[in-house]
């Protein structure tokens, strides 16, 4: 066991001693908490869009998808990863949400790279040309459909293409045998599959509530 358990005033430190201020981004995040209110903790962490952005240019990506853009804090690190004729395609059924995106993806400079579609992900993916690959995957939304979006997105990532998952510690409910809430089941599902699939390397990190990385074979 070498994980180090981490407290506030540690994880203060941890934010403090990477690159995670950006003032486009901390402003978004300010008008989320005040205008989403009790839904503001579905913004991913600062850390985690640090660590996004880095895979996103180590990987040489130019084409990504995201599923679940919220108010578009992930996407735009995403976005800021690619290239500068890279694209980004974002799915997402509010249009409330994604209106405080879009303001803030023309305040950080990647609105050019980001086509948002409005609809359940996994109808804009079907509705997709067979060819339509992605170099880079997110999700982060609605737990239950985890898997769909898995084997979704598989068959459209190339060899060492890669897909991140949001979420998979649970707030460790992962490990709670009493909790047999549909999004719980959905998630213990979906990390034992990947575990034992043999046509990915995956890692399992417990950054915030936890990401897993898939790096197709």
Same mark, same amino acid.
């Given at each position: 066991?070498?994980?180090?358990?981490?407290n506030? =005033?540690?994880?203060?430190?941890?934010?403090?001693?990477g +690159?995670?201020?950006?003032?486009?981004? =901390?402003?978004?995040?300010?008008?989320?908490?005040?205008?989403?209110q009790?839904?503001? #903790?579905?913004? #991913?962490?600062?850390?985690?869009?640090?660590?996004?952005? #880095?895979?996103v240019r180590?990987? *040489?990506?130019? %084409? =990504?998808?995201?599923? *679940?853009?919220?108010? *578009?804090?992930?996407?735009?690190?995403i976005?800021?990863?690619?290239? +500068?004729?890279?694209?980004?395609?974002?799915?997402d059924? %509010? &249009?409330?949400?994604?209106?405080i995106?879009?303001?803030y993806?023309?305040?950080?400079?990647?609105s050019?790279k980001?086509?948002?579609?409005?609809?359940?992900?996994?109808?804009?993916?079907r509705?997709?040309? &067979?060819?339509?690959v992605?170099?880079?995957a997110?999700?982060?939304?609605?737990?239950?459909?985890?898997?769909?979006?898995?084997?979704e997105?598989?068959?459209?990532?190339?060899t060492?293409?890669?897909?991140?998952?949001?979420?998979?510690?649970?707030?460790?409910?992962?490990? +709670?045998?009493?909790?047999? %809430?549909?999004?719980?089941?959905?998630?213990?599902?979906?990390?034992?599959?990947?575990?034992?699939?043999?046509?990915?390397?995956a890692?399992?990190l417990?950054? %915030?509530? *936890?990401?897993?990385?898939?790096?197709?074979r």
């Amino acid at each position: 066991m070498k994980n180090t358990t981490i407290n506030d =005033a540690l994880y203060d430190y941890l934010i403090a001693h990477g +690159n995670n201020s950006d003032p486009v981004l =901390a402003e978004l995040a300010e008008v989320t908490q005040s205008k989403v209110q009790d839904l503001w #903790i579905m913004q #991913i962490a600062p850390e985690q869009g640090t660590l996004m952005e #880095i895979l996103v240019r180590i990987s *040489g990506a130019k %084409s =990504a998808i995201e599923i *679940g853009t919220f108010t *578009g804090y992930s996407a735009i690190c995403i976005a800021r990863g690619l290239p +500068n004729d890279g694209s980004l395609l974002c799915c997402d059924t %509010s &249009e409330e949400w994604t209106s405080i995106a879009r303001t803030y993806f023309d305040k950080a400079g990647v609105s050019s790279k980001i086509d948002l579609q409005i609809a359940p992900a996994i109808e804009t993916l079907r509705a997709l040309p &067979e060819d339509r690959v992605f170099d880079y995957a997110f999700i982060d939304a609605d737990k239950v459909s985890y898997q769909l979006y898995y084997e979704e997105l598989l068959k459209r990532l190339p060899t060492n293409g890669l897909m991140v998952f949001d979420n998979v510690l649970w707030g460790g409910n992962v490990i +709670n045998g009493d909790d047999e %809430s549909e999004a719980t089941v959905a998630l213990q599902k979906l990390n034992q599959h990947i575990a034992t699939d043999d046509r990915v390397q995956a890692v399992m990190l417990s950054i %915030s509530d *936890g990401l897993t990385i898939v790096r197709k074979r």
